[in-house]
């Protein structure tokens, strides 16, 4: 049994409240880029070099942690913010490695490039919008790592695992957090990236090195996307 399962019961009503948030963004994400992609229009390459992105950003993650923090109230170890144990950096570099080998096999499908489906990622650098880029940077790699972590394998991966299980909790938190995106290439990767942080979660007991697997993920993605 795990430390997590050890720790006092919740009810039903947390989890259909974190459940109706993941499903309710899902939901708005798919019908936002199916009906972009009925109109015919393409998401501009441009986004990280916007102040606008920034501030949107910052709206949207402020409202998700908030509502995350509305669900957790009295149980604040519900977010998995605690010391992690176990070797955490051969961890965190394993899985890393194995995501980004996995990428690469992806790449190898006669599919549309995963990578470039959402549209965020820009396809050289432009040094006139350097600061809306750090801006951005800091969105994409500090912010989104922290409020999605504490979202997915903080709050939803300790109500999960009270009523699935383990495993189904680490399968289920790959499959939501893929569909939290709104994409549907990108989920050959973004469904084992998630389920991947689970698995980091559950064996380190926290979600700190998932929070510092995502940023790093993050900010590799936009490096070698300005690089290129």
């Known amino acids: 049994m795990s430390v997590d399962e050890q720790r006092p019961r919740v009810?039903?009503?947390?989890?259909?409240?974190?459940?109706?948030?993941?499903?309710?963004v899902s939901l708005l994400e798919y019908i936002a880029r199916f009906s972009s992609s009925s109109q015919g229009s393409n998401s501009s390459r441009d986004e990280v070099y916007r102040y606008s992105t920034f501030a949107s950003g910052l709206v949207f993650y402020g409202v998700i942690l908030g509502v995350v923090l509305a669900i957790a109230h009295d149980r604040t170890d519900l977010l998995a913010l605690r010391?992690?144990?176990?070797?955490?950096?051969?961890?965190v570099m394993a899985i890393l490695a194995a995501i980004f080998l996995w990428e690469f096999v992806v790449l190898l499908l006669p599919i549309r490039n995963p990578g470039n489906e959402q549209g965020l990622t820009p396809t050289h650098w432009e040094s006139g919008h350097a600061g809306a880029?750090?801006?951005?940077?800091?969105?994409?790699?500090i912010v989104a790592p922290v409020v999605e972590e504490l979202t997915f394998r903080g709050l939803g991966q300790s109500l999960l695992l009270q009523f699935t299980g383990r495993w189904p909790s680490i399968v289920l938190i790959g499959i939501l957090?893929?569909?939290?995106?709104g994409l549907v290439q990108a989920l050959l990767v973004l469904i084992p990236f998630g389920a991947g942080l689970a698995y980091l979660r559950d064996r380190t007991n926290s979600v700190v090195p998932g929070m510092v697997l995502h940023a790093l993920f993050n900010a590799t993605a936009l490096a070698v996307a300005v690089a290129g």
């Not at 009810?11 to 309710?24: F, M």
């Not at 010391?83 to 961890?91: F, I, L, S």
């Open 11 to 24: 009810g039903r009503t947390r989890l259909i409240c974190w459940l109706a948030l993941v499903g309710s």
């Open 83 to 91: 010391r992690a144990r176990g070797p955490v950096v051969p961890r």
């Open 133 to 141: 880029f750090a801006a951005n940077l800091l969105l994409f790699v």
């Open 177 to 181: 957090f893929g569909l939290w995106h």
